[in-house]
């Protein structure tokens, strides 16, 4: 038997959300200073990433990703 839980400022930290894949992230482009938006799927699965804006392509590291996971994480979601 499973019964919900009320979430309070004391026992939140025990609960994340997983996030799909198709979630936009904005990525700010290093030529134009706008921001793309681009799926979880996309930056897990390749290594660039093109503006939408002035088309310029460029790398998404894996330490941006290691940083997303974990901005992502402190704030209470979790990527599969």
Excluded: W
């Excluded at 799909?20 to 699965?45: A, F, G, N, W, Y």
Aim: net charge negative.
């Amino acid at each position: 038997m499973t019964q919900a839980i009320r979430v309070t400022a004391d026992n939140n930290n025990d609960i994340s959300t997983i996030l799909s894949e198709r979630v936009l992230i904005p990525v700010t482009c290093d030529h134009c200073d706008k921001d793309t938006d681009v799926s979880l799927e996309t930056l897990k699965s390749t290594s660039t990433v093109m503006c939408e804006h002035c088309y310029n392509v460029r790398p998404f590291s894996a330490t941006e990703m290691t940083v997303l996971r974990n901005v992502l994480m402190s704030a209470g979601y979790r990527i599969p």
